[in-house]
């Protein structure tokens, strides 16, 4: 059984240095495209979905390549004029017949947001596995990543449980210099490596002394009549449960642990949640 690799990069990747065709993916590499537009990069991923399916025993990686919207992970830049072109909200359910030894690798800033996440893993399964960034990772660090996900694919095939600990490892490592986990796996059934919520939760009045966003980390003390009580240092909070969603399948738990990138809201009352909730 074979590695291949198929590589779908935006035609400005090569020029400005972010290319992900390092050595280890040029090895393995089975196909190479690049687009320029949201239909190009469609298209690009129908032959990749066509090439997967003719190889069911192989072992296939899928790399996508292109820029994020900050804190989304839903909206790629598909076009040539990056500077002046508003991102593309991607549709569900894509390379729906691309199934069995599949790993997807989104070589983009967010990109293991579940906004991007449920773009792929959609409709009947086994769904593919997604690594992807939960930063805006340096293209050194993004390929770093990639890279150990090759070799664990050259040396196991799709083993997930090894492609985890590569995860965890890497999150490990940069844990310092970005302050919370910096990629996720998502697997086959769902299960997700660091655990996800939701993006755009707010919380009421929680501020510290000097009037500043809090990062947490936070701690659901007790649920009930469907309220948390969320405890950050020595403030609590109550709130309607409504308001900390998981993602599908998961349900809030008394010991849940959790950081968040928050904003201040316009009226200056609340904190907007920025991006993806991190669950320990």
């Known amino acids: 059984m074979a590695l291949l690799t198929h590589l779908i990069e935006h035609v400005s990747m090569p020029e400005d240095g972010l290319s992900a065709k ?17 239909a190009s990069f469609l298209e690009a991923l129908t032959r990749v979905e066509t090439r997967v399916a003719d190889a069911p025993e192989d072992t296939h990686l899928v790399v996508i390549c292109t820029h994020g919207l900050e804190d989304t992970g839903t909206w790629l830049h598909m076009d040539d004029g990056l500077q002046d072109q508003r991102p593309e909200n991607l549709p569900h359910n894509l390379i729906p017949e691309a199934r ?47 890279d150990s996900v ?42 997700t490596v660091p655990r996800h919520g939701t993006a755009g939760i707010a919380w009421s009045l929680l501020r510290d002394e000097d009037d500043s966003p809090i ?54 009352r609340f904190l907007q949640v920025v991006g993806d909730v991190q669950l320990a």
Not at 23 to 34: C, K, R
Not at 175 to 184: I, K, L, M
């Open 100 to 146: 069995g030894s599949v790993v997807l690798y989104l070589a983009v800033c967010w990109g293991g947001y579940p906004g991007v996440i449920r773009r792929f893993q959609h409709g009947q399964r086994p769904w593919p596995t997604v690594v992807g960034a939960l930063a805006p990772l340096t293209a050194t660090e993004g390929n770093e990543l990639q």
């Open 215 to 268: 990062d947490g980390p936070f701690k659901i003390t007790h649920l009930l009549n469907e309220r948390a009580t969320v405890v950050c240092d020595s403030m609590t909070a109550a709130m309607p449960c409504g308001k900390l969603r998981l993602a599908k399948g998961a349900a809030l738990a008394v010991d849940d642990q959790f950081r968040f990138k928050a904003k201040r809201s316009p009226c200056g």
């Open 150 to 191: 090759i070799d664990v694919l050259l040396a196991h095939g799709l083993d997930e449980a090894r492609l985890s600990e590569v995860v965890s490892n890497f999150n490990a490592r940069y844990q310092q210099e970005y302050g919370h986990p910096t990629a996720r796996i998502a697997c086959s059934d769902g299960h």
């Open 22 to 38: 390092t050595g280890p993916l040029t090895n393995s590499l089975a196909e190479d495209h690049s687009f320029d537009s949201h």
